[in-house]
T-cell receptor
Framework: DAGVTQSPTHLIKTRGQQVTLRCSPI?????VSWYQQVLGQGPQFIFQ???????GRGNFPDRFSARQFPNYSSELNVNALLLGDSALYLC?????????????FGQGTRLTVV | GEDVEQSLFLSVREGDSSVINCTYT??????LYWYKQEPGAGLQLLTY?????DMKQDQRLTVLLNKKDKHLSLRIADTQTGDSAIYFC????????????FGGGTRVLVKP
């Protein structure tokens, strides 16, 4: 069975540009969460979606947005990129959003903003 | 508020035991987790403990939870070179579903 897949694996963008990152959850999983991991730090929660609805939002500016599609895949969009947005963006999928619904992480998308 | 802290680095000899420590501040934590991250990879769930437990053992891994001191530890017995990685503790809280709050990570280096 395929795990959580993210695309692209790496990309380089210029300040001010926009980027879209994609995530396909494990088959049967209806929840997708996004995390940002800056080099040398732990992952920080950005968004959670369940059944196409936003269920949680972390402390990130409005330049960050996301959505979930009917097939439960998800996109994370970041507008007006800043150098500080350079990070590993991790997607996690889970069956649901309960207190313990094990989160399975993808390999991440490494975003570099120059 | 949410805050999870870990020591930055641990060096251990192959075959010895490793102990990685973590402190958290939110007493409403529901589950506490240990994740492993190898270079260039995502996060792998190693083990977890429910907040009403004191200890959990899973093969070479032992998790200890001291709720009074809000202290969590992960002991790896017979540490191998393949255990070299960054280890993150994380918490989730009932009110926030399975949203995870991570510590900054402990880099473990296993020397032969």
């Amino acid at each position: 069975d395929a795990g959580v897949t993210q695309s692209p694996t790496h990309l380089i963008k210029t300040r001010g540009q926009q980027v879209t990152l994609r995530c396909s959850p494990i088959s049967g999983h209806k929840s997708v969460s996004w995390y940002q991991q800056v080099l040398g730090q732990g992952p920080q929660f950005i968004f959670q979606y369940y059944e196409k609805e936003e269920r949680g939002r972390g402390n990130f500016p409005d330049r960050f947005s996301a959505r979930q599609f009917p097939n439960y895949s998800s996109e994370l969009n970041v507008n007006a990129l800043l150098l500080g947005d350079s990070a590993l963006y991790l997607c996690a999928s889970s069956l649901g959003t309960g207190a313990f619904a094990e989160a399975f992480f993808g390999q991440g998308t490494r975003l570099t903003v120059v | 508020g949410e805050d999870v802290e870990q020591s930055l680095f641990l060096s251990v000899r192959e075959g010895d035991s490793s102990v990685i420590n973590c402190t958290y501040t939110d007493s409403s934590s529901t589950y506490l987790y240990w994740y492993k991250q190898e270079p260039g990879a995502g996060l792998q769930l190693l083990t977890y403990i429910f907040s009403n437990m004191d200890m959990k053992q899973d093969q070479r891994l032992t998790v200890l939870l001291n709720k009074k001191d809000k202290h969590l530890s992960l002991r790896i017995a017979d540490t191998q070179t393949g255990d070299s990685a960054i280890y993150f503790c994380a918490e989730s809280m009932r009110a926030a579903g399975n949203k995870l709050t991570f510590g900054g990570g402990t880099r473990v280096l296993v020397k032969p």
